[in-house]
């Protein structure tokens, strides 16, 4: 068990004591819990994290900090293809961003991600072709670098269209495919937009920092993404209906229920040959 400062397990290290059976069975599962809305001191500590997480700060926190300790002598002692990544919410951008940083020294980590959150706002088609025109002026070869590295690491995302936090995740992939069936160069663009925040490239050219240095978490070149397409159980009607909904599509519990209704979506990405100056 991992503990953060105030006094809280945050991220739990399973290990397989029995001789493996089969070769996908990992010897550990480094898994990491989402925010806790009780006990103060928990709540401040995780409110904390999520912040940072929303303003792409979350490799400086400190309890991040002392799992990528333990994810690296994990993967020193069993392997890489013998440590697992698994997280929810809060906990899901924990091990993404681990992921991300094994990923990049080339040792890519099976990682499952529950319901992690997007930290960008909603973009459509004309975010895509602005991003894409804010790439040829903001220096990218440093976010080209960081795309490169995760090219061939595949993150089991697992979202549900009714959830605020993690669905911008399903209109991220699905849009490169939209950009593809419009055609005229629209999916050279779309490839080359999706490398990149418009917030961050708004702060690059403003002469600011939020997180600008840093290439975004949500950012990805592939995943497979699993799509909850069943119904979120709302049996309350009123004004407080959708907030009820959204919270219950945020829930753990709905990955374990054994008559889920899902769809699995493989999304990779191919470069485009585009030169970045």
Not at 194 to 220: A, D, I, K, W
């Amino acid at each position: 068990m991992l503990i953060d400062n105030h006094g809280t397990i945050f991220c739990a290290i399973y290990r397989h004591n029995y001789p493996l059976s089969a070769p996908n069975i990992p010897s550990y599962v480094i898994a990491f819990r989402g925010t806790i809305w009780k006990h103060f001191k928990t709540m401040l500590g995780d409110m904390k994290a999520n912040i940072r997480c929303f303003f792409n700060d979350l490799h400086n926190d400190s309890s991040f900090e002392l799992a990528m300790v333990w994810v690296v002598e994990k993967v020193r002692l069993a392997g890489a293809r013998n440590v697992w990544l698994a997280g929810h919410s809060l906990g899901a951008a924990m091990a993404l961003l681990a992921g991300k940083k094994m990923a990049e020294m080339g040792c890519p980590l099976e990682t499952y991600l529950f319901n992690p959150p997007f930290c960008s706002f909603p973009m459509g088609v004309a975010g895509s072709l602005t991003k894409a025109a804010l790439s040829l002026v903001v220096d990218g070869r440093q976010h080209h670098d960081h795309f490169n590295a995760l090219s061939n690491w595949y993150p089991y995302i697992f979202v549900n269209p009714a959830d605020p936090i993690c669905s911008e995740y399903i209109t991220y992939f699905e849009q490169r495919d939209t950009m593809k069936e419009i055609g005229f160069g629209f999916e050279l663009l779309e490839m080359l937009a999706t490398q990149y925040s418009l917030r961050s490239q708004l702060s690059c050219l403003l002469g600011m920092n939020f997180g600008s240095e840093v290439p975004r978490q949500h950012l990805l070149p592939s995943a497979y993404l699993i799509k909850n397409i069943g119904q979120v159980p709302d049996s309350k009607a009123g004004l407080f209906k959708l907030p009820r909904r959204a919270y219950k599509a945020h829930k753990l519990q709905q990955w374990m229920d054994p008559y889920l209704s899902s769809q699995c979506f493989h999304h990779k990405f191919m470069y485009p040959t585009l030169q970045l100056g």
